[in-house]
Nanobody, 122 residues
Framework: QVQLVESGGGLVQAGDSLTLSCAAS????????VGWFRQAPGKEREFVAT????????SYAEFVKGRFTISRDNLKNTVYLQMNSLKPEDTAVYYC???????????????WGQGTQVTVSS
């Protein structure tokens, strides 16, 4: 069983940057692919980015390509989401999730964190 805790959210202005962290405990996190998702008020949760167990393979939603970067430090059992050039439409609760598989994916996640709020003002 993997436990995930997100941190790093906050209130920023459009154009600013934030780095979210997802710290894991338990299980075999180093073998798990991890994804970031977000959910804005009144909207369904959507995929943002994913990374495989090694960090070599990544994939992004079109709306964050070139602005967000996902990375991981397996020695620290932590995955990061570097978010640059933030826009008001990036406002959402951001969740990290881990899947039993080591391959990255846009779906099929087994463990979820509680989320961290990101608010971008215009």
């Amino acid at each position: 069983q993997v436990q995930l805790v997100e941190s790093g959210g906050g209130l920023v202005q459009a154009g600013d940057s934030l780095t979210l962290s997802c710290a894991a405990s338990g299980g075999t996190f180093r073998r798990n692919a991890v994804g970031w998702f977000r959910q804005a008020p009144g909207k369904e949760r959507e995929f943002v980015a994913t990374i495989d167990w090694s960090g070599a393979g990544t994939s992004y939603a079109e709306f964050v390509k070139g602005r967000f970067t996902i990375s991981r430090d397996n020695l620290k059992n932590t995955v990061y989401l570097q978010m640059n050039s933030l826009k008001p439409e990036d406002t959402a609760v951001y969740y990290c999730a881990a899947r039993v598989s080591s391959s990255y994916s846009t779906s099929g996640y087994d463990y979820w964190g509680q989320g961290t709020q990101v608010t971008v003002s215009s």
